[in-house]
């Protein structure tokens, strides 16, 4: 690595270059770009083919093409749009060249006789083969005009910003790097080497020059040596950048608990079932995490019903055993609201006190339930994301759980860490949206991961089925036999946009309609807009049975519990994404009779619906469900865009370079034990601004 580290590309400003001043270096900015060493890691999109002449009768169609030729005529057409049709000749064909936009002087130009050089795609025209707006220039009669040497690179770009004007920003940064200014090669030789990757200087030299017997196949799909050299580098940063998050927070210090015995014993006593094997297992896990002295950071991943919560619950015993509180906040309301009922069940019976927090909790209530966190009379506070606002001050916080990880961002979660005053609180982060391995491991590095793999016993596997809207009536008729015979249905609504009130209107209009078809039933509604104990009687109504079909929006998503519920019917399931589709089937088969869940979709179905709804056919895996979702969906909507600056990578990506993460992370570990002083660098280099959502 260059030891003078200011001269290198890295840290010379892009207006070093010629012709680059403030408004291009701010065109530039909008990029990412400030400095010379960014327009190198700009790489090319893809690439065009310009280092051989084509003879024009050799041309077809979708073809793209270089072609020299002479100018038989150029005229103005008049028609739907006025053009200019220039005609051009080699000697083995003509074909037209057609300006929509062209000036006169581009027209007295293109004279009778001139010879011109121009690179297009040919495609089917009124007057027979045609380039449409080709980019040209004229050929010296007296000198030839070399063709291409390298393949011609296309540059993501913004607006004023042509590609003719990228090449002659590259050009000058490539001629920079071949005439030796220094740019650090922050990977060691040692371990490129058993992966035959090529150094830094000649992998960016490649990419930005392709010699003419280049794979372009290769190339476009990112498949290249030197493609593959730059991948792992950002992987790693990325990586890296992950686990310096977790080292930092590892350095602060954290209660030191030991397992809970009497409180344990008393909560065991009052189940009315064993724990499973694998809730047995991640329990220990948490366990062992939380006798050390600095903060857990752990991960617990279980199918929809695998039971994280009662985990939850045994990690929160030894903390307040100790006399620490425990803070457990949850995405909604709805599933706040069923965290608290299940906790007041559990641990009223031995003595511990709760709170409740959530932002529609005002006035004295809300001064209220602020003091008692602050004095610590309430020993285990459960809300939603109004628990980390500035108000709410804990006396003793030890553990923080957070539910459904991926609904806040890092920082959020994070966040919480600073209400422990002078301690870290340890945190467990909870998800029934299972994360596919690739993705855990980079946007869940600084995480030890727990998974709960087996399900507890009598629950049963729910068949899946799809059906056209146009059978809504069989639909309704096997809803009214279910509830006759003693079952209990949901019935979801979604609409495209993404509105409450819109939501809430569908939903009123289905149960109206609903309610018209099946007199006979007790139909109940509840959606985003109502209040939340409104939401809490109607849930409370059908958990006891008095109500037959409750119709819902995706607020029902999470966090409802009602064993007797074993038809689900999910309308229009095409507009929901595969993990929320996965997460509404688990509300029914909490029980012991045999559930169903009725995909009723709406005609035309586009392929990616086509992708969900065959999935959902095909497993009950969450895994396997969320694997299918990252290759339909990709890595930044499968996490959510609340995980800021994580998925935005330059040239790696997740879902195609999954299979290199093993390696990385031995990459990581080899960089923290042998090459610390390129952590810093590599990090800046890929990350740079977007580091952000790590400094909390």
Not at 591 to 604: D, I, N
Request: glycine letters at 8%.
């Amino acid at each position: 690595m260059s030891t003078v580290l200011e001269q290198s590309l890295g840290r010379s400003p892009v207006t070093e270059l010629k012709h680059v001043g403030d408004k291009l270096a701010e065109k530039l900015a909008k990029l990412g770009i400030h400095v010379i060493q960014d327009l190198l890691f700009h790489l090319p999109l893809r690439y065009q083919d310009r280092t051989r002449i084509s003879p024009i009768g050799s041309l077809s169609p979708n073809m793209d093409v270089v072609i020299e030729g002479d100018v038989m005529l150029a005229d103005v057409v008049f028609g739907k749009r006025r053009s200019l049709a220039v005609r051009l000749q080699d000697g083995t064909g003509t074909i037209t060249l057609r300006f929509y936009h062209f000036s006169g002087a581009q027209k007295n130009n293109l004279q009778k006789g001139a010879r011109i050089r121009c690179y297009g795609e040919v495609r089917r025209g009124r007057a027979g083969l045609e380039l449409y707006h080709p980019e040209y220039q004229f050929v010296d009669a007296l000198s030839d005009l070399p063709t291409e040497e390298t393949l011609t690179p296309i540059y993501p770009s913004t607006e004023g910003l042509t590609q003719a004007r990228w090449r002659q920003l590259m050009t000058q940064v490539v001629m920079l790097l071949k005439k030796g200014r220094a740019l650090d090669d922050l990977i060691p030789q040692a371990f490129l080497e058993p992966y035959n990757l090529p150094d830094l200087r000649s992998a960016l030299l490649y990419l930005h020059q392709p010699p003419t017997g280049a794979n372009l196949d290769e190339l476009e799909q990112n498949q290249h040596p030197a493609q593959k050299r730059l991948i792992m580098e950002e992987l790693l940063a990325h990586n890296l950048s992950l686990l310096k998050m977790r080292a930092a927070i590892q350095h602060d210090h954290a209660p030191v608990l030991t397992e809970s015995v009497s409180l344990k014993a008393a909560f065991l006593a009052n189940l009315t079932f064993t724990p499973t094997g694998a809730q047995q297992r991640v329990v220990n896990e948490i366990q062992q995490d939380l006798s050390k002295g600095y903060p857990m950071l752990r991960l617990v991943q279980g199918d929809v019903g695998s039971g994280k919560t009662l985990v939850a619950a045994l990690a929160a015993l030894s903390a307040l055993e100790q006399g620490y509180q425990v803070a457990l906040m949850a995405p909604t309301e709805i599933l706040a609201e069923q965290h608290f009922k299940n906790f007041q069940q559990w641990f009223e019976p031995l003595g511990i006190e709760l709170a409740w927090l959530a932002g529609k909790v005002k006035g004295k209530a809300r001064v209220s339930t602020l003091e008692s966190i602050a004095t610590g009379t309430a020993q285990m506070v459960i809300g939603t994301h109004a628990l980390f606002q500035e108000e709410v001050a804990f006396a003793k916080l030890g553990l923080a759980i957070i539910d459904e990880q991926h609904r806040f961002g890092v920082h959020q979660r994070l966040a919480l860490r600073q209400k422990g005053n002078e301690i870290s609180p340890h945190q467990l982060i909870m998800t029934a949206t299972p994360i596919p391995r690739t993705l855990a491991m980079t946007a869940y590095a600084d995480l030890d991961t727990s998974i709960i793999d087996e399900m507890p016993p009598g629950r049963t596997p729910v068949n899946t089925v799809a059906i056209d809207q146009q059978r809504r009536d069989q639909v309704v008729e096997r809803i009214r036999g279910a509830c006759l015979s003693g079952r209990q249905a949901y019935w979801v609504c979604t609409l495209i946009e993404e509105s409450e009130a819109l939501e809430a209107q569908a939903a009123e209009v289905t149960a109206q309609a609903l309610q018209e078809a099946l007199p006979e039933l007790n139909i109940g509604l509840v959606h985003g807009r109502l209040k939340a104990q409104e939401k809490a009687d109607i849930m409370a109504s059908f958990k006891q049975g008095d109500i037959h079909l409750l119709v819902a929006t995706t607020v029902i998503e999470v966090g409802v519990d009602v064993p007797n519920a074993s038809l689900m019917i999910i309308e229009n399931p095409e507009r929901l994404g595969l993990a929320q589709l996965h997460q509404l089937r688990g509300r029914v088969g909490r029980g012991t009779a045999e559930s169903h869940c009725v995909l009723m979709y709406h005609m035309p179905l586009g392929d990616s619906g086509k992708q969900r709804i065959q999935a959902m056919r095909d497993t009950t895996d969450g895994f396997k469900i969320a694997e299918i979702d990252l290759q339909i969906r990709g890595p930044g909507e499968v996490l959510g865009t609340r995980q800021t600056g994580l998925m935005q990578m330059r040239i790696a990506d997740l879902q195609r370079d999954g299979y290199l993460l093993d390696d990385i992370q031995h990459w990581a570990q080899l960089c923290q034990q042998q090459a610390p002083q390129i952590i810093e660098y590599l990090i800046d280099r890929w990350l740079g601004e977007n580091l952000h959502y790590g400094q909390v």
